[in-house]
């Protein structure tokens, strides 16, 4: 299997056995946003790994201590619309100071290209840390150009989180964004000829909304 410098996966048992559930067709609506939620955490544990701490004087009932935080509020969430925010709830829970900035995106069904219709106005992009979130890298276009759009706003320091990605999302997202690492729960296959990923989940966004 081709490698890819810019991609961790995370192939962690527990991640890895509640894939499995979300991957089954048979898994009901509530049972995958549970899922999403859970590995939405294991992910976020590991996203995170690299984040700089800053030491900070604590006082315990006996004494004075050196204790660490990470910058939490210039860290920013920017969910992709509408799969992304099955993400949200998992992070906002680990990480209640962060910013949530949504990026509203959708795929032409025909042309299979990011369609842009929702941002957020950035302040002080280039302070601030930026993790983007979605689950599916398919053929890459929306992380691209969700990206592009961020680099253009001026952030600087972007990581990206997804559940499943595609070897062709992989590759054109990591030549458009070499700086930009990926995080990913599996590397699958390849894409169907509706570009979808195979074996993937679905469609992430029906699946956790109840839409087709
Ligand atoms: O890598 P790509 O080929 O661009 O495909 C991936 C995109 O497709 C899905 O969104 P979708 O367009 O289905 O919108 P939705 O989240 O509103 O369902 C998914 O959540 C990604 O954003
Ligand atoms: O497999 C895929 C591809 C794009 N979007 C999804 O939700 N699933
Ligand atoms: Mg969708």
């Known amino acids: 299997m081709k490698q890819f410098p810019t991609l961790t996966v995370t192939n962690h ?5 509640k894939l499995t559930y979300i991957r089954d ?37 006996l004494q004075k201590t050196e204790c660490h935080k990470i ?3 210039n860290l920013v969430i920017v969910p992709l619309l509408r799969a992304g ?28 290209e ?24 398919a053929t890459g276009g929306s992380a ?3 990206v592009d759009f961020l680099k253009a706003s001026g952030a600087r320091d972007i990581r990206f989180m997804c559940l499943v ?17 990926i995080f990913a729960a599996a590397l699958d296959e390849k894409l169907n000829e509706d570009a979808y990923i195979l074996p993937g989940l679905g469609d992430a966004g029906d699946r956790l909304f109840g839409t087709n």
């Open 71 to 73: 910058d939490d509020r």
């Open 114 to 137: 990011p369609v842009t219709y929702y941002t957020n106005e950035m302040h002080n992009p280039g302070e601030k840390s930026f993790i983007m979130v979605d689950p599916m890298l």
């Open 165 to 181: 990605a595609a070897p062709e999302g992989v590759e054109l997202f990591a030549k458009a964004h070499p700086d930009v690492p």
């Open 25 to 61: 067709k048979s898994t009901s609506k509530r049972e995958f946003k549970a899922l999403i939620d859970e590995v939405g955490a294991l992910l976020t544990y590991e996203i995170t790994r690299d984040l700089p701490l800053t030491a900070v004087e604590v006082e315990t009932p």
């Open 13 to 17: 048992p527990l991640i890895q056995h």
């Open 85 to 112: 925010l099955g993400f949200v709830d998992s992070i906002q829970d680990l990480i209640p100071n962060c910013i949530v900035s949504h990026v509203g995106m959708y795929r032409d069904h025909v042309t299979k």
């Open 144 to 146: 691209v150009a969700a």
